[in-house]
């Protein structure tokens, strides 16, 4: 696929990030906004690193601004703990699809 889409994807993503979170501000339970973000967050973060792919070369997706501030690629501390959090809840999905599955038969 052209080098192109993959922005054009990348730009579609961050598009409805955005407005997943602006939604979420008008959830009214204050622990119902903070868990909805933090999962957002971390699905979003998963994203970043996907779309991160090489940092270097003709197939980089690191944008042509960071690559000439010579800035690398970096995860915030915020980023690095939606991701954690959101890998615990996947993983105890898992295992909850996995309890019922179980019970079913």
């Not at 699809?97 to 179980?102: A, D, I, N, Q, W």
Request: net charge positive; with cysteine; charged share 25%.
């Amino acid at each position: 696929m052209p080098i192109h889409y993959y922005y054009y994807l990348q730009e579609d993503f961050k598009v409805h990030f955005r407005n997943i979170s602006r939604i979420m501000d008008c959830v009214g339970c204050d622990k119902c906004r903070l868990w909805g973000k933090l999962q957002i967050t971390g699905m979003g973060t998963a994203l970043k690193i996907l779309f991160s792919g090489e940092s270097m070369g003709p197939d980089s997706t690191v944008s042509q601004a960071d690559k000439k501030a010579n800035i690398p690629f970096q995860l915030t501390r915020g980023e690095i703990v939606a991701l954690i959090n959101g890998f615990g809840r996947l993983s105890k999905s898992i295992h909850e699809v996995e309890t019922f599955r179980k019970m079913m038969s």
